[in-house]
């Protein structure tokens, strides 16, 4: 029972690079979320997706594009990499009001 | 002033001891509260609900106040390995909306 699965764990990128985080959930969950949590702080919404095909902008979105083909996928793609998005980023699900289920998180330095 | 708002501590009790974290939240329309668990560079993690009546799970008790818009945790017979990061979190359809967390050391 993998629950929310992030790939990589961790990732050293050079300032301008792009990369994609990878999020996979096995729970039939609808609703996914990608946060960024940077040192001592809160969590920040990036992007969330309601369902497949859709999705939307959280509180911090610029820099970061998401797309939803499937219902288990959720990848979050950074296409040009800056200092400021050096953070921890975890991908969520859930189902409505219900709690959300973490990833355990992909740790990104950029450099 | 901040949707969810949570004193960061830290709050530093001797094991054994009773603490309470209270979580202040703005929009009155929210219908969802739950208490989270985040250890050091770890993923946060689900504590326990926060229902209307309140509720317990062992040592943790969790309330909410709609009138005054806030909710509770109470964390007793502290131990050691409850030193943590406790965020609350609330929310109403699509989102939840999470606190920064307080931050609680339990001592020997």
């Known amino acids: 029972n993998a629950g929310v699965t992030q790939t990589p764990k961790f990732r050293i990128l050079k300032i301008g690079q792009s990369m994609t985080l990878q999020c996979a959930q096995d729970?039939?969950?609808?609703?996914m979320y990608w946060y960024r949590q940077d040192p001592g702080m809160g969590l920040k919404l990036i992007y969330y997706?309601?369902?497949?095909?859709?999705?939307d902008k959280g509180e911090v979105p610029n820099g970061y594009n998401v797309s939803r083909s499937t219902t288990e996928d959720f990848p979050l793609r950074l296409e040009l990499a800056a200092p400021s998005q050096t953070s921890v980023y975890f991908c969520?699900?859930?189902?409505?009001?219900?709690?959300?289920?973490f990833g355990d998180g992909t740790r990104l330095s950029i450099l | 002033r901040k949707e969810v708002e949570q004193d960061p501590g830290p709050f530093n009790v001797p094991e054994g001891a009773t603490v309470a974290f209270n979580c202040t939240y703005s929009?009155?329309?929210?219908?969802?509260f739950f208490w989270y668990r985040q250890d050091c560079r770890k993923e946060p993690k689900l504590l326990m609900s926060?229902?209307?009546s309140g509720n317990e799970d062992g040592r943790f008790t969790a309330q909410l106040n709609r009138a005054s818009q806030y909710i509770s945790l109470l964390i007793r017979d502290s131990k050691l390995s409850d030193s943590a990061t406790y965020l609350c979190?609330?929310?109403?359809?699509?989102?939840?909306?999470f606190g920064t967390g307080t931050q609680l050391k339990v001592e020997l």
């Open positions: 969520a699900s859930g189902v409505g009001n219900q709690p959300q289920h």
């Open positions: 729970m039939n969950h609808n609703y």
């Open positions: 997706s309601v369902g497949a095909g859709i999705t």
């Open positions: 929009n009155s329309a929210s219908q969802s």
């Open positions: 926060v229902y209307s």
């Open positions: 979190a609330t929310g109403g359809g699509n989102k939840l909306t």
